[in-house]
């Protein structure tokens, strides 16, 4: 008897290992496939990110786990996993924004390779996109972490390529305590992986009282996932709370066989589900919160709980402008109130706070140095409410995310304005009390208490900022002293002082139109594009136009000619002159929080620091700078050496090639500087290709103290962050025939400004481009005295600037590629090189494709100069 027990536990035991290595062989079958299609899509090959993340992988490092929180807010996040047919996507985007409620969709990676539209569509409606893994398999804690890299990873680079934008979120089906998975998630780049125990599907109600007592009884802080296709398997069905499951039979929903599809005119549709849920959730005055914004209030929690505020939720170090509260009932604007928010700031002893902050001053932020994809707009005065609404249509016009800041007066005066400007997903911002330059006269302690007091009185209505702009964009040391001192303050360590780069509603503009403005303060002679990180400022009360359109208008002449494309020009041989034409751009208006909080890592864009205590190159001797021209400079056949004497002549090189010990490999180099149109194409086809090249920068263009408002580190950083290699075309383009001692100034601030802004990155090459190519004996010296490696030229130049065509350029390369050596190839990225990245496009295609009779290895300079 005992051997039959024994022989049916053993069975059993069979049974189930065999089921399990079914689904585990079945996950890697299936993972296999999508992932061979994948790849063959070059966009979405994520070879460097799986290796990155192989490499970097510490099981000590793990995402956080983002699940319910315990708040006494009224609030709910809502996700949805899945994607179904387009039409079917339309109709759940279209009913979010009915209701005026954004979601989290985690999407499977191989899905959203298949249609990108649909994950376009839902990220134009506002909404977040989360990595649903490549194929939404579950029991996702039993793979290697190989295979969990591998998987979201690949995930991660294709929802990123449609939708150019870091994924923070994961949510996959697996046991969420599982360090294994957690620390792959982290290794993968993403900041959170969500949890949650309450699902929902299309089988979930059978009526709308059902939706309703559904989100009734749920528990304030929850998140609730829709299942978009298919039913609640055991895992999703188990976590379900028993009296919340409507009276459906789970089997039912398990089995297609022919009586199911015969009982589908009885089946609700996932769109009525949905539906119900977003009425449900608006008829209870429930707030739908994203579920980025969950660690922010999960945080105020924490304090909250140990008594350092009582008042409402505070947002973390990362999370800035959280709205957590219903401003339905926030909107009590009685004297009483506001007395009673005046008594608390006088309970703060500001004079000690400004004693201890011993005379430190907040950073003036006029920029953000970021090489996000996306600047901001910036907004004060709330009185002409028909200009208010004409903006807000325009900024929907082209899904665009303002910053309003608002004033005391304005918060009591206008709460319905306010409340407008949340509805439509803009961010509010600190606009003080004194709004006029008497700012600059107070002390201290006054600017203290009027930035804490307006504070106050936002977060009565839910809304939460680290963004203080004084009136007009005032400030002077005072009010840097009083944002270093707020930022003492609990709940404000991360405020910071904002004004602008750009703000074109001023007096010399009354009573013109919005073409005339853009015409004159946006010129295209200076402005291409606006860059990363810009700040725009439009002051919305003012009294210089008659027409209320005017400043709307404006919004949508500039979003559309310098945001969502840029300007370049076109060269016209037979007139020899250029004109002007654009290239798309497509950068994000987003609020000044969606950037304040996003700081650049091995896997994102964002945020960086300038750095301050960097190191420069080490000076030479004249006698080691002679030595270093016959080895160290790599010429070309053209130039002129006349300045040189005969023997010099012979000892210089002037083949403008690399010895690559019989390889044939070509450099492509860029010199000069653009605006952000040229160089992001250039960029984006060397990242089609997978490749590295070299660009020889004007560095007075990314130097922050120059004095000129088109500086652009940013762009800088983003070529650097792209592992290419970046050398000097001089501080102003100066000549190598210019006095010595003024261009060894030049060409040591020319690499000290750039190693301001990229020296912490392995990007930074002591390498110079002769301007113009232009030779003089003692100007190259001077080169090598001040501390460059190599000056480098090149075999083949171009002349892209003023080509008419992409085969004009290819024309100029191909003949004069030499076999078995390093061809240098000089392009440039000037504003004029409209047909630079085509070309190059072209190019890298026909190589790849044996065009030329070889394959040409495509490197970049260090790779050979620096071995």
Known sequence: MRKKYLSIIIGALIISISIGAYTYVNYKIDHIKGMTNI???????????????????????????????????????????????????EKVVDLLDKYNIKATFFIPGIKAAEDSSIVKMIKEGGHDIGNGTLSGNNNMENLSKEDLILDFSTTNKILKSITDKEVELLKCNSIMNNENVLASAFASGNKYVVSTDHYLSYQSFKNYEQAYGYIKNLSNGTIVSIKLDGVLNDFEYNKEIV???????????????????????????????????????????????????????????????????????????KLSGTIIENMNNSNDSSSGKYEDNKNNVDKIDFKELIDKNNGMLSTIVSRFYTTQEALSYTFRGLSNENVLDNVLASLDKYNAKGTFFVTKNEIINY????????????????????????????????????????????????????????????SNSKVQEAISTIN?????????????????????????????????????????????????????????????????????????????????????????????????LNYSIVPLKDIQSNFESQSNFGRYNILTNIKSMEMKSYDEALKMIKTNYIGNEDVNLEDFSDDEKL????????????????????????????????????????VKAGFFTISKYVDINSGISNINPNLLRTIALNGHDIGS???????????????????????????????????????????????????????????????????????????????????????????????????????????????????????????????????????????
């Open 39 to 89: 790849i063959k899509k070059n966009r979405y090959d994520a070879s460097k990110e799986v290796n990155e993340a192989l490499k970097s992988f510490d099981i000590t490092k793990k995402s956080e786990v983002i699940t319910n929180i315990d708040t006494q807010s009224n609030i709910v996040s809502l996700s949805f996993e899945g994607i179904k047919n387009k039409d079917t996507m």
């Open 243 to 317: 009296e919340e499951k409507p009276a459906i039979d789970k089997q039912a929903g398990i089995k297609e066989n022919k009586e199911d599809k015969e009982d589908k005119e009885d089946e609700r549709t996932i769109t009525e589900i949905v539906e119900w849920v977003l009425k449900a959730i608006k008829e209870q005055e429930k707030v739908a919160v994203k579920l980025k914004e969950f660690p922010s209030i999960k945080k105020y929690n924490e304090l909250n709980n140990i008594g350092i505020y009582n008042d409402g939720p505070l947002n973390n170090d």
């Open 415 to 474: 709460p319905d304005r306010i409340k407008k400007i949340v509805g439509a997903g803009h961010e509010i911002g600190n606009g003080g009390i004194t709004v006029s330059s008497d700012l600059l006269n107070k002390t201290n302690e006054e600017i203290c208490k009027e930035i804490y007091e307006v504070d106050k009185l936002l977060k009565e209505k839910g809304i939460y900022t680290n963004s203080y702009m004084s009136g007009y964009g005032y």
């Open 488 to 584: 003492k303050i609990k709940g404000l360590e991360n405020y910071e002082l904002i004004t602008y780069t750009k703000a074109p509603i001023i007096s010399k503009y009354k009573d013109m139109n919005a073409d005339q403005i853009i015409k004159d303060y946006f010129n295209v002679n200076s402005y291409v594009s606006l860059s990363k990180g810009e700040i725009v400022y439009f002051r919305l009360d003012s009294d210089l136009f008659k027409d209320n359109t005017v400043i709307s208008n404006l919004i949508e002449i500039l979003t559309e000619n310098y945001v969502k494309n840029g300007y370049v020009h076109k060269y016209n041989k037979e007139l020899q002159t250029y004109y002007l034409s654009t290239k798309p």
């Open 651 to 690: 000892n210089i090189d002037k083949t403008g090639t690399i010895d690559t010990n019989g390889e044939s490999v070509i450099f492509f180099t860029f010199d000069d500087w653009g605006g952000d149109p040229i160089v992001n194409e250039i960029l984006n086809v060397l990242n089609k290709h997978n």
């Open 729 to 867: 075309h001089n501080y102003n383009h100066e000549l190598l025939d210019t006095n010595k001692a003024e261009l060894e100034k030049s060409l040591i601030k020319s690499y000290d400004v750039m190693s301001n802004v990229i020296g912490d990155l392995d990007s930074l090459r002591q390498y110079f481009r002769p301007p113009t190519l232009l030779l003089k004996k003692e100007g190259l010296a001077a080169v090598f005295e001040s501390g460059y490696k190599y000056t480098i030229s090149g075999n083949i130049s171009t002349h892209d600037y003023e080509s008419t065509s992409s085969q004009e350029i290819l024309d100029a390369i191909e003949p004069g590629l030499v076999e078995g050596r390093g061809n240098i190839i000089v392009m440039h990225m000037n504003n004029q090189s409209y047909y630079t990245a085509e070309a190059l496009d072209k190019f890298l295609t026909n190589n790849e494709n044996g065009v030329y009779g070889r394959k040409y290895k495509i490197a970049k300079l260090s790779d050979y100069l620096e071995q």
